[in-house]
């Protein structure tokens, strides 16, 4: 951790499950808010530990992930949007953390201790069906992700994720939507739970069949990928 201090003002507010507070509730969590800033590849939460916190995003880019016993590693999900929020489910259950989150670009992150965040559901229920529907959210997602394990072969997989970040993120052009910052093959694999190699080798058959075009850092979907179901 680089620093410590005050939330930013006005930050909260910006903050989907808080942004219904009023104005002198929201200035009251800000003044319990502390703010963390990581470098890259520095572990903001660890697996198993005791969670004590919740985290919210105000910039930077984060991945939760599990590791296996060979050190391999999962991706469950990234998270880059200001007011992306973190820790919550050790907070909410009080079991130990469900997953490792580590920045992978440099972070700023504001924490709020278990006592405040709890003190704060308890007075403002909208703060916790707002809480109640962001689970939801990425339980749907998990849901996806678990469907799509069992389900399609490495090859559905990588063309389904790289779809749906395509639509998420990429650039509309004539010919489909650009990335023009793919990850890399090792996070690809990461994400759907298979080695670098064979995804090194399924893009090349998803280039060969013409659903995608790789140059450099630069992916191409083509319109084709995007429609399929
Ligand atoms: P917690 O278990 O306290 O610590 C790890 C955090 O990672 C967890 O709270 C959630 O905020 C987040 N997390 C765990 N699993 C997922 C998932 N499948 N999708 C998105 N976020 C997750």
Redesign the pocket.
């Known amino acids: 951790m680089a620093d410590s201090d005050r939330a930013p003002p006005g930050l909260l507010r910006s903050v989907s499950i808080f942004a219904e507070l009023d104005d002198a509730a929201a200035a009251g969590l800000e003044r319990l808010a502390r703010r963390r800033s990581y470098a890259e590849g520095e572990v903001i ?1 660890s697996e198993a530990d005791r ?1 004590d916190a919740l985290y919210v995003l105000v910039r930077g880019k984060v991945k ?1 992930v599990l590791y296996g016993e060979s050190g391999r590693e999962v991706i ?2 990234i998270f880059k949007e200001p007011g992306d929020f ?6 909410l259950d009080d079991e130990p ?3 490792t ?1 580590m920045a992978v670009a440099p972070s700023t992150l504001v924490v709020l201790s278990r006592a405040d965040f709890r003190t704060h559901l308890a007075r403002h229920p909208k703060v916790a069906i707002q809480v109640m529907t962001e689970l939801s959210r ?1 339980l749907r ?2 849901d996806a992700v678990i469907g799509d394990l069992a389900l399609l072969d490495v090859l559905g997989r990588l063309a389904v994720r790289l779809r749906d970040l395509a639509l998420a993120e990429g650039e509309p052009t004539a010919e489909g939507r650009v990335l023009r910052q793919r990850p890399s093959q090792a996070e690809i694999a990461a994400m759907i739970g298979t080695s670098r190699e064979t995804v090194s080798r399924a893009l090349s058959e998803l280039a060969r069949r013409g659903d995608v075009v790789l140059t450099g850092k630069r992916l191409l979907v083509r319109h084709r990928l995007l429609r399929r179901d």
């Open positions: 939460l969670g939760v469950l999900s973190l820790g919550e489910m050790s907070l953390r469900s997953a989150v990425r997602r998990a």
